[in-house]
């Protein structure tokens, strides 16, 4: 079954720690982003990749950080820098960055208690 | 730059209303538009597309047509249903210059028997 992944789907951190979301995708595509989604809003992209080992920001990439070391993982870092990170984190890919769709993973809800 | 406008939310409508929701758009290149569907708690699933002008985009009875000359994109329903309940976001990607999506700010619909 062809898919992208995200773990966990609920996740609680205490303030000033870092945490870090899963994403993992069997689909052969060459590109990956970071989307999140607050309540009530649309999707804000953070970051994205159209190969492994690149990447670039989107429009809300401070106090975040991502790696693309393989294909198929797109792991976010949400780090103590972002003063604001409770919200819904979406992962997508595509084939690759030009005029394809995205798919989309299930999403990961990070709460910081 | 590249933006996606669409109407402001929540739309009610009774079960078998018929459903419009506007999308405009302004690109610097050629896109393609999409129409995702979000319900709650989820990722966003694609519904529809289009890849030129007058293409028309159809799924589950939802359907819309890429209107170059008024640079639209509208999504429309003859006969909604209950479990059509969900955030529609319009989207667009440029055919070329590996740009990410570009997502409007969704559209809540809530349809009561």
């Known amino acids: 079954d062809g898919g992208i992944t995200q773990s966990p789907k609920y996740l609680f951190r205490k303030e000033g720690q870092n945490v870090t979301l899963s994403c993992e995708q069997n689909l052969n595509h060459d590109a990956m982003y970071w989307y999140r989604q607050d309540p009530g809003q649309g999707l804000r992209l953070i970051y994205y990749?159209?190969?492994?080992?690149?990447?670039q920001k989107g429009d809300i990439a401070e106090g975040y950080s991502v790696s693309r070391e393989k294909k198929e993982s797109f792991p976010l870092t949400v780090t103590s820098a972002q003063k604001n990170p409770t919200a819904f984190y979406l992962c997508a890919s595509s084939i690759d960055g030009s005029g394809y769709e995205q798919f989309f993973g299930p999403g990961t809800r990070l709460t910081v208690l | 730059g590249n933006s996606v406008t669409q109407m402001e939310g929540p739309v009610t409508l009774s079960e078998e209303a018929f459903l419009t929701i506007n999308c405009t758009y302004t690109?610097?290149?050629?896109?393609?538009l999409f129409w995702y569907v979000q319900y709650p708690g989820e990722g966003l699933q694609l519904l529809l597309k289009?890849?030129?002008?007058?293409d028309k985009g159809s799924n589950k009875g939802f359907e819309a047509t890429y209107r170059k000359e008024t640079t639209s994109f509208h999504l429309e329903k003859g006969s909604v249903q209950v479990s059509d309940s969900a955030v529609y976001f319009c989207a667009l990607i440029l055919n070329s210059g590996n740009t990410p999506l570009v997502f409007g700010k969704g559209t809540r619909l809530s349809v009561i028997a």
């Open positions: 289009a890849t030129k002008a007058d």
């Open positions: 990749s159209q190969i492994v080992n690149d990447f």
């Open positions: 690109a610097t290149g050629y896109p393609s």
